[in-house]
């Protein structure tokens, strides 16, 4: 079962974070920042009726980062965790998620806002958003805890 | 950009879920069924303080799944509609997604609860969930629209 698993990008994405300092650390704190998705067209079918959806999940490659560390200070304590207790790209496997807000389709170009994604980045899945089966509540948020979270932008730890 | 981008499991989904169909769609229909990770060790460290979150993301490939559909008709409907506006899973990109109750990690065994996940998957990376971050609220559900939300099963139609 260890066996390699590969995927092909289905898009580009494009926003104005050209670097992976001074960028949002999530989508909640980026609502003014727009990009696009570049849909690859062998692909523009499948967003048939997405447009009824306000808001959907990008799955991506962080593209600029290389290797992973199993211990990481994210960018939102001075301490460092289990790279997966934490959402610090440098992962065994660089998989991004944001939930952003969909805006307009026109043919295979998809515009969003809430953008924290890197300009360029390779787009490896959209999947809608379902607030009924995608909320949880009170949830225990490990070493966060309940301190109030605070707008944090990234710097370059994670190149 | 349009290369490829290959991972490598950081370990197996275990679960009372042998066959594709008569399945659980959602986590949140699963909420008594659980299931366990065992991570290979050469990343156990990275599980360090996890152990303080309540609910976590799991990332994973759907790995009895065939090639893709660009339209597909999802579980919860029976009118077709694009890939990307549907959870199904035989995307261009078969990447599933579960946000699944933490339980108890042992070593490298991480013990979950609301298991919709099929055994024997392999896993591609583990986030901390973040109420803050995740959740979202008056959201627009497409063809989902505002009909009640029944639980549904799994059938073999994306095998």
Known sequence: MNTEITYKPIGIINSAWKKIDDM???????????????????YAKGLTDLNG?????LLYHFHLVKGHS?????????????IFSTRAPKRPNSIGISIVELLKIEGNTIHFSSCDILDETPLLDIKPFFE???????????????????????????K
Not at 24 to 42: C, H, M, R
Not at 53 to 57: L, R
Not at 70 to 82: E, W
Request: glycine residues 6%.
């Open 24 to 42: 949002p650390i999530q989508s909640v704190d980026a609502q003014n920042t727009s990009g696009y998705i570049k849909l690859f067209p062998e």
């Open 53 to 57: 959806f306000s808001h959907i999940m």
């Open 70 to 82: 199993l211990m990481v200070t994210p960018f939102m304590d001075t301490k460092s965790h289990g």
């Open 132 to 158: 009924d089966f995608d909320n949880r509540i009170n949830t225990q948020k490990g070493w966060l805890g309940n301190r109030p979270v605070k707008k944090t932008l990234s710097d370059k730890r994670f």
